[in-house]
């Protein structure tokens, strides 16, 4: 952010204040930040209307990109502990590996909102579609289309949106008669 020193100058400073609220203009704006990773985010106006919603109730959004690292996502929350954000929206990367760090988010006090997926053990509220809906609804339009040899394709079902999917896939195949197979 700028910072305006008297004599000096405007500088860009690289360093985010301790407190989460910067003042422009005379003005406090609390800043929330958002986490995706960015280069798998193809639908824009999500960013859009998070932006939209924030600054209309006097917050800024910061965008990090994790990048779909890991570690990235790890060093990018242990930084925002130790700045004190107003917030945090993340779609974390992971069903397990940084469950620790999440947890040290919420111990810290900041709220946190994940997007699309929940995190194993952690209580956080999430935004997110009806993914077992959707994975039946699919299932039973092939079924009606007169398809039985259905396959369930996915990264990993240890992410619990693609868990979700999985089972209203399998649940439209049994209410349908169908067993599923494990190939």
């Known amino acids: 952010y700028i910072v305006r020193r008297r004599g000096s100058g405007s500088v860009v400073n690289h360093t985010i204040p301790k407190n989460s609220e910067f003042n ?5 704006i609390k800043n929330i930040a958002l986490i995706l990773p960015v280069s798998a985010t193809r639908d824009y106006r999500v960013l859009n209307a998070i932006d939209k ?22 060093e990018i929350l242990k930084n925002l502990i130790n700045t004190q ?13 940084n469950v620790d760090s999440y947890f040290n988010v919420q111990n810290s006090g900041i709220p946190l909102v994940f997007i699309d997926r929940t995190l194993p053990g952690l209580d956080v509220p999430c935004v997110k579609a009806n993914n077992f809906l959707g994975g039946k609804i699919i299932t039973e ?25 999985f ?17």
Do not use: M, W
């Not at 959004?61 to 890991?70: F, M, R």
């Not at 079924?143 to 999917?165: D, M, P, V, W």
């Not at 089972?167 to 190939?183: F, Q, T």
């Open 167 to 183: 089972n209203g896939y399998v649940n439209a195949l049994l209410e349908n008669n169908i067993a599923p197979k494990k190939d």
């Open 85 to 97: 954000v107003s917030g945090i929206i993340s779609f974390p990367i992971a069903s397990i590996e």
């Open 53 to 74: 919603i924030a600054r209309e109730n006097g917050y800024i959004v910061s965008l990090y990109d994790s990048g779909k690292s890991i570690t990235k996502e790890r």
């Open 24 to 28: 422009i203009n005379n003005q406090q």
């Open 141 to 165: 339009h092939l079924l009606q289309k007169g398809h039985r040899n259905i396959c369930f394709f996915c990264y990993t079902r240890a992410l619990s949106s693609e868990s979700e999917r």
